[in-house]
């Protein structure tokens, strides 16, 4: 599968913005698939899940409530709805997809994912 991610940009703190991880190549519902993000000096994190065929959700703690990750099978789509936006959600953020949902999604690191897309920047001003 080959993924782009898009819809970053630069918001204001309360605002809200939507990232879309389009497959340009293969079914995105047949996998896995993650929102990362990485800001400057700090490692990439997970910030929520959905799984493939399946309607499993996994939000970090830390987004709960303000983020929703969604699928949008006609598109072969996977939106990240970002509402509330806070200045430390400053950061790079990914998409990835890999195959399976056969662990707790809050102990997946970057190299449990196979597929990458190209990050997409969303700055949260104060």
């Known amino acids: 599968v080959q993924l782009q991610a898009s819809g970053g940009g630069l918001v204001q703190a309360g605002g809200s913005l939507r990232l879309s991880c389009t497959a340009t190549?293969?079914?995105?519902?047949?996998?896995?698939v993650g929102w990362f993000r990485q800001a400057p000096g700090k490692e990439r994190e997970l910030v929520a899940a959905?799984?493939?065929?399946?309607?499993?959700?996994f939000h970090t703690d830390s987004v709960k409530g303000r983020f929703t990750i969604s699928r949008d099978n006609a598109k072969n789509t996977v939106h990240l709805q970002m509402n509330s936006l806070k200045p430390e959600d400053t950061a790079v953020y990914y998409c990835?997809?890999?195959?399976?949902?056969?662990?707790?999604?809050?102990?997946?690191?970057?190299?449990?994912?196979?597929?990458w897309g190209q990050g997409t920047q969303v700055t949260v001003s104060s």
């Open positions: 190549e293969g079914t995105v519902s047949q996998y896995t």
């Open positions: 959905i799984r493939g065929k399946a309607i499993n959700t």
């Open positions: 990835a997809a890999r195959w399976n949902w056969n662990v707790v999604p809050s102990t997946w690191t970057p190299a449990d994912f196979s597929y």
